[in-house]
């Protein structure tokens, strides 16, 4: 499909390299107008990066020539128009400006969420795809957060997808004491290819989409109104009437799309990522801690939090769902008895004597793996491994299909097969999440 690839000759005038104090003159009608701010995930600095949680223990620095490199105007534009998408890519010296400022003075932070998105991409990818969108709006995160899942604005958004908790509940994102489900990645993600379908269905051009995904759909539509109607309207063609940082989102959105696409043209080395590329999830049946399941599972609580940022206590309450490895997936499903038997909020046994969650993760016998891994590897005797190895054979020996019934999901068949949803999608041939009365699925 052929692209126009316009280069927007704007008449922007900047008074120096910062973006927040500037004044600018925007196209023939010369208004006067306050510089953009840079979307708040571009004001994050390395250190903080490193710092957060999914970050911290999964990245190192890369290896390679870190360099500067610059081009003209003429090699940008044709790299923005090899970008296959559907959402215009047009250079300008507003988005100039912003691939500036990512290829020299971000180059470091953008070698960083080039390491992360190594695991965040495909989930993305998955829900976009989902909703038919396009591809290329994986990387409104980077803008929104820098990819960190427990980043929260000065407005109080949060999340990789940077949901306010109005908006998360309107597309179903739960928050309470122990979860908010706006940093899981998994399900934000469905949130928000759902509100971006909505948008784009509301506005009919992604570059208005994308702007009222950051200040709200009114104010596009007021800016709309102010600039003489909808026919027509574009990003470019109300940029005057947006709100002060929504001038600088479309741009840094562009600029974003093209860095993470070209950055090996500009000299940047992608942090090397250790966060598990292959993960699966369960639903637990009974209210369970990381410590709990970090002493079984073959992985550590720091590893189980980068992975299941949506639980803001190291608790996971009955029927939610737990990421992991996919290799600790058996080892849940084999030592479940086991990983369940402390009550997670006032350490009572199942037997109802009273005891620590410490003290039964202190009793459990554990071998320390090489001081270059931070997981611990649970051994138990033999004949307690055969009876669970017993166990999960007769599990397996179970019927292979099973009848779907009205308000089945994928999940509660999951749960009840003691399986997973990707199996079960895996199995079926089943994309999504549909699934409808009377259908047959395969679960062993």
Known sequence: MNKKIVVTCLSIMFASLSFAQDEVFMGDDSVKVDAFDMPEGMLISEEELMKDPSNINNLSEGTGSNRVLSYD??????????????????????????????????????AIMLGSANFYNPIFEEALERYGLPLELRYLPVIESALRPTATSRAGAAGLWQFMIGTGKRYGLEVNTLVDERRDPIKSSEAAAHYLSDLYDMFGDWSLAIAAYNCGEGNVQKAITRSGGQEGADFWSIYNRLPRETRGYVPAFIAATYIMNYYCEHGIVPHEATLPLESDTIIVAREVSFAQIASKCHISVDELRAINPQYRKDIVPADYTLRLPAGSIEDFLLYEDSIYGVNVRNGMLASGTRRSITEDIESTPVEQTPASTTRNVYTNNKKSRSTRSTRTRNKQQQARNVSVKSGDTLSSIAKKNGTTVSKLRQLNGIKG????????????
């Open 73 to 110: 105007d003429s090699v940008l534009v044709s790299r923005l128009s090899r970008i296959p998408t559907t959402i215009e890519m047009p250079l300008n010296d507003v988005t100039r400006k912003f691939i500036d400022t990512y290829s020299t003075r971000m180059k470091g932070s953008v």
């Open 433 to 444: 999440d549909i699934i409808r009365p009377g259908q047959k699925v395969r679960v062993k």
